[in-house]
């Protein structure tokens, strides 16, 4: 049972290159997010999708992109990193997500 | 106004003691509401949920609902080293299907 896989889970990069993150989940859950989590500002909504094909913004989405062209994956992309995008980054999924999100084990991405 | 708040801590309680947790919340229609836990270095993990206003008990886990004041608290009972984490209060307001997280409490159990 893998449940909600991320990968790489650590990624050193510098300034400017593009990086992709990957999320894949096993429960064919709905709906799937992105957050990041940095020291002071606790987990931030970057992006979520309520299905395939279909994405939405969250709080902090500059800087970033998704797909979801199938239900288990939900890819992210950091077109041109940047430093402020050093930090953890969390997928997570939900079916029914009025009884919760299930988390990913997350990726340290550094911008050097 | 912040939509979740919560205490950042540290809350220092002593092993065996009860810790107890709280969290307010700015929307009144929010449906349900939850308890993460997040070790240092590690992902949120779902602990408990509860919907209804009272408590719900879940081993050494009790959540407790008071919507009328918009306030929500954990207890752990018994508390052990293991439960030293990070506590994430976060609510599911039924605007759309995004849960609102606080931004947590650093629980340390002393031995």
């Known amino acids: 049972d893998a449940g909600i896989t991320q990968s790489p889970r650590y990624k050193i990069t510098e300034t400017g290159r593009q990086v992709t993150l990957m999320c894949h989940q096993t429960w064919s859950h709905s709906y799937m997010f992105w957050y990041r989590q940095d020291l002071g500002h606790g987990l931030r909504l970057i992006y979520y999708?309520?299905?395939?094909?279909?994405?939405d913004k969250g709080e902090v989405p500059d800087g970033y992109v998704v797909s979801r062209s199938k239900t288990e994956n939900f890819p992210l992309t950091l077109e041109s990193a940047t430093r402020s995008q050093t930090s953890v980054y969390f997928c997570a999924s939900c079916q029914q997500c009025a009884r919760g999100q299930y988390f990913g084990p997350g990726t340290r991405l550094t911008v050097t | 106004q912040k939509e979740v708040e919560q205490n950042s801590g540290p809350l220092s309680v002593p092993e065996g003691a009860i810790a107890s947790l709280n969290c307010t919340y700015s929307d009144r229609g929010s449906q349900s509401f939850f308890w993460y836990r997040q070790y240092s270095g590690k992902s949120p993990e779902l602990i408990m949920f509860?919907?209804?206003?009272g408590d719900k008990e879940d081993g050494r886990f009790t959540a407790q609902l008071n919507k009328a004041s918009q306030y929500v608290s954990l207890l752990i009972r018994d508390s052990q080293p293991s439960d030293s984490a990070t506590y994430l209060c976060a609510v599911f307001p039924n605007r759309d299907d995004k849960i609102i997280f606080g931004k947590g409490t650093r629980l340390h159990i002393l031995p």
């Open positions: 999708s309520a299905a395939a094909d279909i994405t």
């Open positions: 509860i919907y209804s206003n």
